[in-house]
C-alpha cells in the first residue's frame, strides 16, 4: 500500500470567488487535492501492507497533533434587509382605477387595496384568488374562506361552513354598506383581493384613469414583516435547508438568531454574450421579537448572514493537508512515532475551517500526523 500526501490548495483554486466570501474547504475540493498530490508523490512513498500500517520512506516534512474539538462546517454571506419577495396584485375586473394607495403604505383585512369605478377592492386573507361571484346557495371552499374573513371582521348571523346562506348574504349586505359598496348581497369577483396577511404597498404599476381589465397589474406589494434575502450560488446550496438556523446580524448590531423560511430556485437571464445564470434565493423572516427589535430602526440595509451547514461535536481532526490516497482507495494519515512513520487508514466526516473528522484504528487524540510545510 503506498500513502501519497496532500497538496496544499493552490492559490489559484480560490480565484474567482468573491471576497466578501470567507474562504472554506469543501469535500470535493479536498478528494480532488488527494488524488492531484498522489500523482505527483507516488515515487517518492514505501508500499505497506494491504490494509494499510506501510512504512514510510521518509519523515514528513512537518507534523500536527489529532485534536479532539467541535467541527462546524459555516459560512458567512451578504444579505439585503427588506421585505421579502415582491408579488403582483392584478384586476379581475373590467373598471377605471379611480383610486390607488401610495408606495410603503400598510393594508390589512377589511381595507381598501385599491378603487374601480369609485367602489373598494377590500383585501382579505388567504392562499388562493377569489374565481367566481358568491351568492346564495353558492358552496364550496372559497366560500368558507370568504366567511372566515367575513366573521373576523365582527360579522355574524351566519356559519363559517362554505355554504353561502341567506344569513351570509345578509351579513354581506351589511359588509358592503360599510365599506360604501352597492348592497347587492352578492360578491362579486375582482371586489376581493386575497394576500398571505398584511401587505405593504411597494410599487405601483397602474395610475389613477387607467383602465382596468382581467390580468391588469395594478402593483406590487410584500408583506409587513422583515426580511433578509440571500442569494447563493447552486454549489452553495448545501447551506439552504428550510428551517435551519441562522445568524444574522444587521449594522451596528448585535448578532440575533433566525431561521430560513423559504428556499427558491431563481434563473437570473444572461446579459450579453452571458448566459443565464441559476441561484438559490433564501429568504429569512425576522419575525421573533429580538429579530424584529434588531431591524426596527432600519427599511433597507445590508447583513450578514452566517449559516451552519454541519457540526459535530467532540470528533477527532486532522488538517486536511495531513490526508493521503492510498493505493487501495479511501484515505490516510502518516502517524508519526519517534524516528519512523506509517500509514493508517482512516473514515473521514466533516470538512470545516481547514480541518476534517477522522476515525479509525491507531488514531488518537494527540497523535503526530505528517502534513507539509
Known amino acids: 500500500m503506498t500513502g501519497e500526501t496532500v497538496a496544499e490548495r493552490a492559490p489559484a483554486e480560490r480565484e474567482g470567488r468573491r471576497a466578501r466570501r470567507r474562504p472554506r474547504l469543501r469535500i470535493a475540493l479536498a478528494v480532488a487535492a488527494v ?50 419577495p415582491t408579488l403582483t396584485a392584478t384586476s379581475q375586473a373590467r373598471g377605471t382605477i379611480t383610486w390607488l394607495p401610495g408606495s410603503g403604505d400598510e393594508v390589512t383585512r377589511g381595507h381598501r387595496l385599491y378603487e374601480l369605478d369609485g367602489d373598494p ?38 356559519t363559517v361552513d362554505g355554504e353561502y346562506t341567506s344569513g351570509t348574504a345578509e351579513a354581506v349586505r351589511e359588509w358592503q354598506d360599510d365599506i360604501g359598496a352597492p348592497q347587492t348581497g352578492t360578491v362579486e369577483v375582482g371586489r376581493v383581493a386575497y394576500a398571505a396577511g398584511p401587505v405593504r404597498v411597494e410599487t405601483l404599476a397602474a395610475t389613477p384613469g387607467e383602465p382596468a381589465a382581467p390580468g391588469k397589474k395594478i402593483l406590487g406589494y410584500t408583506g409587513t414583516t422583515q426580511a433578509v434575502t440571500v442569494e447563493l450560488d447552486t454549489a452553495d446550496q448545501r447551506l439552504a435547508k428550510k428551517g435551519a438556523r441562522v445568524e444574522v446580524t444587521l449594522p451596528e448590531g448585535r448578532p440575533v438568531e433566525a431561521e430560513i423560511d423559504e428556499v427558491t430556485t431563481v ?33 433597507l440595509a445590508s447583513a450578514d448572514v452566517r449559516f451552519t451547514a454541519g457540526r459535530r461535536e467532540n470528533v477527532l ?24 512513520s506509517s500509514y493508517v487508514p482512516v473514515e473521514t466526516g466533516l470538512f470545516a475551517d481547514g480541518k476534517v473528522e477522522v476515525s479509525g484504528a491507531g488514531i488518537a487524540e494527540g497523535a503526530l500526523v505528517g502534513v507539509p510545510k
Open 35 to 84: 488524488v492531484a498530490a498522489g500523482a505527483a508523490t507516488a515515487a517518492a512513498l514505501a508500499t505497506g501492507g494491504d490494509r494499510g500500517g506501510g512504512r514510510a520512506a521518509a519523515l514528513p516534512p512537518g507534523t500536527a497533533k489529532v485534536a479532539r474539538e467541535t467541527l462546524s462546517d459555516t459560512q458567512t454571506e451578504d444579505g439585503q434587509l427588506g421585505y421579502g
Open 121 to 158: 377592492v377590500v383585501l382579505m386573507y388567504g392562499s388562493k384568488p377569489s374565481y367566481r361571484p358568491l351568492r346564495t346557495g353558492t358552496e364550496g371552499s372559497d366560500v368558507k374562506r370568504f366567511e372566515k374573513n367575513l366573521s373576523a371582521l365582527g360579522y355574524g348571523g351566519f
Open 267 to 299: 434563473i437570473e437571464p444572461g446579459g450579453q454574450n452571458e448566459d443565464p445564470a441559476t441561484k438559490v434565493e433564501v429568504t429569512i423572516w425576522l419575525d421573533s421579537a429580538a429579530a424584529r427589535k434588531a431591524a426596527a430602526r432600519y427599511a
Open 317 to 340: 481532526t486532522v488538517p486536511v493537508s495531513a490526508l493521503v490516497a492510498l493505493r487501495e482507495g479511501g484515505f490516510g494519515v502518516e502517524v508519526v512515532r519517534g524516528g519512523t
